[in-house]
């Protein structure tokens, strides 16, 4: 079983709509959650972070974490074309060293 | 949030050349920096945690004599791509952590430099 695990899509959705990317993780022990979107030919780049179960909100994105159920979602409302990229999600176990587990990111496509 | 550089962002070379990669953090200090690997329509591949003033971590199957991590600086780090051979190809991403600030482990990238070898 992969430590991180995300659908790798793509997901389409038209302009306007709430994209829905969702991650799982087999480390019950796991402490911070990280979403990152990465455009093609571009580096990733963190755009939220959430520690605590429940949501945590920054203009359009919405983090939500289940701890109990061992998911972390990401909602983007309004999506734009501009959102079309690869999110990865990404997860820091307790202890050890300080890496997180990266998935294999989603693809999203937001169409006009 | 924490700005890391790498240069150059591509490069080309002859196979059985060698390349050097840098990566800088521009604003803050990085005991340690990270190098990841990511072919087309891959997930990132960890390949070794850089710390400064000592030798460099490599993940499994990376091979050590042929990637060579130099972390002379609280600032800098380097990845050189010995001998390199046309399956090295790939967009070689660091990233490093501000320790300062970080407190929840995030890590912030470089933009990536794009190696091709001929």
């Known amino acids: 079983q992969k430590e991180v695990e995300q659908n790798s899509g793509p997901l389409s959705v038209p302009e306007g709509a709430i994209a829905s990317l969702n991650c799982t993780y087999s480390?019950?022990?796991?402490?911070?959650f990280f979403w990152y979107r990465q455009y093609s030919g571009k580096s990733p780049e963190l755009i939220m972070s959430?520690?605590?179960?429940g949501d945590k909100e920054d203009g359009r994105f919405t983090a939500q974490l289940n701890k109990a159920s061992q998911y972390v979602s990401l909602l983007i409302r309004d999506s734009q074309p501009s959102d079309s990229a690869t999110y990865l999600c990404?997860?820091?176990?307790?202890?050890?060293?300080?890496?997180?587990?990266f998935g294999r990111g989603t693809s999203l496509i937001v169409h006009p | 949030g924490a700005v890391v550089s790498q240069h150059p962002s591509w490069v080309i070379c002859k196979s059985g050349t060698s390349v050097k990669i840098e990566c800088r953090s521009l604003?803050?200090?990085?005991?340690?920096m990270f190098w990841y690997r990511q072919f087309p329509k891959q997930s990132l591949m960890l390949m070794a945690t850089?710390?400064?003033?000592?030798?460099?971590?490599?993940e499994q199957g990376v091979e050590k004599d042929k990637f060579l991590i130099n972390h002379a600086s609280l600032t800098l780090s380097t990845l050189t791509v010995t001998s390199a051979h046309p399956e090295d190809s790939s967009f070689y991403i660091c990233?490093?952590?501000?320790?300062?600030?970080?407190?929840?482990?995030?890590?912030?990238f470089g933009p990536g430099t794009r190696l091709t070898v001929t």
């Open positions: 990233s490093a952590r501000d320790p300062v600030t970080s407190v929840s482990y995030e890590q912030y």
């Open positions: 480390d019950r022990g796991s402490q911070s």
């Open positions: 959430i520690y605590s179960n």
């Open positions: 990404a997860v820091k176990r307790i202890g050890g060293s300080y890496i997180p587990t």
């Open positions: 604003d803050f200090q990085a005991t340690t």
């Open positions: 850089s710390n400064e003033g000592s030798k460099a971590t490599y």
